[in-house]
Each structure stands twice: as C-alpha cells, then as structure tokens.
C-alpha cells in the first residue's frame, strides 16, 4: 500500500546539505515531535524549498513518513514565517541557535509535546519582535527545563529548608544532581561555583518559573542578572546532558564583551 503524505507545522531546528543536491532538516512540530526529513533536490531547487528550510523558519509541510529508516521525505514547504531579524541581529541569533539546541537535546524523536513548541514558538516571536535576548533566553531555557522534566527547585535549601530571602548572609547553589537549592551552611564546598546563584537572581528565577509567556513583559530582569541565570542554566543544562552545548561559546562571547562593557563604564 503507498504511503500517503502528512502535513504538519513545524519549526527548523537545524538543517545540513547532504550528497550533492539534497539537505537534511531536523524538524519540530507540535503534533510529531522532533523529527528529521530528506528534501531531495533542495539546493537546487528553485521553487520547492528555496529559503524555506533555513533554522528557525516556521513552516507547514507535507511529508511522507520514512519506510525502513527515521528519515521522512520532504514533499512540500511553505514558509508561514522566516523571523528574518534573527539572521540580522546577532544577539537574537545567538539566542535562537541556543535554543534550537537545547530543544535537539532536551528532546527524544518522535516524542511530540505542544508546550515545548509553543514555547520556541514563543521565543522566536519574542526575539523577532525585539525582546531583549539574555532575560528571554532565562525564561525560555527554565521553562524548557520544567517540560522536560528538569524543573530546578529554587525555593529553599533542600537540606535545612532555610529560605534565600530570609538568611542574605547566606549563598545558594543549584544542586546539579537533583535539582534542588544548598545554602553554604549545609554545602561542604561554601565556595564559589558555577551554580552559585545571587540572591537578586534567585528571585528572578523563582518569579519567572510562575510566569506564563504572556505575562514575560512583566519580568524586568537586568542584564547582569539574565547573564548570570543562564550561565547556571547551561551548566546545569550541560551536567544533565553530559555533553557540550555547543551554541553556548557564541553567549559566552556575549556574556564577556558585557563584563568588559561594564568594567570599562
Ligand atoms: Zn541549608
């Protein structure tokens, strides 16, 4: 029996040309999940696919589910939005291959979830339209987290169940085994690391975990906050996938040129 074509939304999550004509897309929709598809013929093609299969491009596509492999075969695209800015803008960008990432990594094929989409969905919109990247990065990447079932748990320690806002003497780290707050009193390591968490940061951590996106623009998250909460984030990101987040050197390079930014002020 031939197979019948499907159509779906979708977001590009990546793309890379295969063999001499052809490019493979990863994809996710909000119905199938993560998924990959070969679209044959796309780097030469001048009507089918032409700047419709870049990352980010918000697309409705038909497709014909793959036979002995994961690959489906990309019949047709049509691009319902490109979010060209983020190409133009390389803070934006630099925050949507972020996410782009971790959305790969954080989620399995063919393990479809609305909330994840939405939310990239949301992140692209956002960063398009000019919402600053660094604090839209944080609430995106937590909420990612929470879906995927990583949710941090930042309102007490986990030991001693002391409150951040009540001991100020105190710091706070993310525990990246299990999620969860230490104070320096209960940590063996008082230290500084690469989760210690400001108390200014905790709390905006813990009001955007409450939030909806359509309450973000409430958020005035400053800069040096939203900097220090992502780098928690990806090193908590990065401990739960044990492997490297590659896009990440680009904030890196962000977060750096803000420190400089700042010293020389
Ligand atoms: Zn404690």
């Not at 604090?135 to 937590?142: D, E, G, I, N």
């Not at 706070?172 to 009193?185: D, E, H, V, Y």
């Not at 909806?212 to 990806?234: D, F, G, K, W």
Request: proline share 4%.
């Amino acid at each position: 029996m031939p197979y019948q074509n499907c159509r779906t939304e979708c977001i590009v999550l990546k793309n890379v040309d295969f063999g001499e004509s052809d490019r493979i897309v990863t994809l996710y929709s909000p119905d199938r999940g993560r998924f990959a598809a070969i679209a044959k013929g796309a780097k030469r093609s001048q009507k089918r696919f032409v700047n419709k299969l870049e990352e980010f491009s918000l697309l409705d596509i038909s497709f014909r589910p793959a036979r002995h492999n994961n690959l489906h075969f990309l019949s047709e695209a049509e691009l319902k939005e490109a979010f060209l800015t983020l190409r133009t803008h390389w803070q934006r960008y630099c925050v949507a291959m972020l996410a782009n990432e971790l959305v790969l990594r954080f989620t399995g094929e063919h393990d479809p979830d609305r909330r994840i989409f939405s939310l990239l969905h949301w992140l692209l919109e956002s960063l398009h339209h000019g919402a600053s990247p660094l604090p839209t990065a944080v609430f995106f990447h937590l909420h990612l987290l929470n879906a995927s079932g990583y949710r941090p748990k930042l309102e007490h320690c986990a030991i001693c169940s002391c409150l951040p806002a009540k001991n100020r003497k105190l710091s706070f780290a993310l525990q990246p085994g299990n999620g969860t707050l230490i104070c320096s009193r209960c940590s063996d390591n008082a230290g500084y690391s690469r989760f210690t968490l400001s108390l200014q940061s905790l709390k905006f951590l813990q009001t955007a975990q409450g939030m909806a996106t359509r309450q973000v623009h409430r958020l005035q998250m400053p800069e040096n906050v939203a900097s220090e909460c992502l780098y928690v984030l990806y090193s908590y990101s990065k401990y739960l996938l044990q492997c490297d987040i590659h896009s990440w050197s680009f904030l890196a390079h962000i977060r750096k040129k803000q420190s400089r930014d700042k010293t020389n002020l």
